[in-house]
């Protein structure tokens, strides 16, 4: 179908797209082809484009790309916080499966009394994982809004860059849980530990060499790297705060032994 004005919003078309809504100046009609090839399949399994973009320089380079970003240069990439949100539902899946796989054959579930802190403590991780996720972002952003400050970002372009970099720890821990069902396989406790060691200490990594990205070249290596740690030390202080609060709250303040589960 063609014709001179925008079918969805009636603006006049001077080009192949709508200037006015994005939608293309020529409309097919839908036939029985095209509605299964194009609509369904192609709607289906449809992989943005931008989604891999996103990811690859959320792995490279988290910090300049959060920069160019800020900067304005956005067509390329896939909205970061929505990408978070898959990411972190691929990784639920993973845990989700594994286990089942894990119980499958043969292996014990972890079980806790449903009376006991830990269940209740993990019960509302589970619950409330998203959320605790996200803290990530505000958590972090404020810590380099006040460490960074020779940029001259505001809080909200520091939540930019926080939620890159949590989307490059989120894509790690994608890659540690899948290389983690090679566990049902090879039978050892030393490789079981080595991938529990090493995708964290990764994730680690990662996150110094994400801000190192972003801030480095407005700091001397001992001005960058005394902010770095700085930063960690903001987050742990944070963290364990959080974690009192919680830990305290369901367990009448009398704390004790509680092992916590996050995808539990």
Not at 10 to 18: G, I, R, S, V
Not at 86 to 92: D, E, N
Not at 139 to 146: E, G, H, Q, R, V
Not at 155 to 181: D, K, P, Q, R, W
Request: glycine share 8%; with cysteine; aromatic share 16%.
């Amino acid at each position: 179908m063609t014709s001179k004005n925008c079918l969805n919003c009636e603006k006049e078309l001077t080009d192949e797209y709508c200037s006015g809504c994005g939608q293309k100046a020529d409309t097919h009609r839908i036939s029985f082809k095209n509605f299964i090839f194009h609509d369904v399949l192609h709607g289906t399994f449809h992989f943005e484009r931008g989604m891999l973009f996103t990811a690859k320089q959320a792995l490279t380079r988290p910090g300049q790309a959060a920069l160019d970003y800020i900067s304005g240069k956005r067509k390329r990439y896939y909205n970061v916080f929505l990408l978070v949100l898959v990411t972190f539902g691929l990784i639920v899946f993973l845990r989700h499966y594994f286990e089942g796989l894990y119980v499958s054959l043969g292996g014990k579930p972890d079980v806790y009394n449903d009376d006991s802190a830990s269940a209740k403590i993990n019960e509302v991780i589970a619950q409330k994982s998203k959320l605790i996720i996200f803290l990530f972002v505000p958590l972090s952003a404020l810590n380099s809004f006040i460490l960074f400050r020779r940029k001259k970002l505001n809080l909200s372009e520091h939540f930019i860059i926080a939620g890159m970099i949590l989307l490059g720890m989120l894509l790690l821990s994608v890659f540690g849980n899948t290389v983690f069902y090679l566990t049902l396989i090879v039978k050892s406790d030393f490789f079981n530990s080595m991938i529990s060691i090493v995708t964290p200490a990764l994730i680690f990594l990662y996150m110094i060499y994400g801000y190192f990205n972003a801030f480095g070249s407005d700091y001397s290596r001992l001005g960058i790297t005394y902010r770095i740690a700085l930063f960690f030390v903001f987050c742990c202080l944070e963290v364990y705060l959080l974690l009192v609060l919680v830990i305290g709250y369901y367990t009448d303040w009398k704390f004790g032994t509680v092992t916590l589960r996050p995808f539990g």
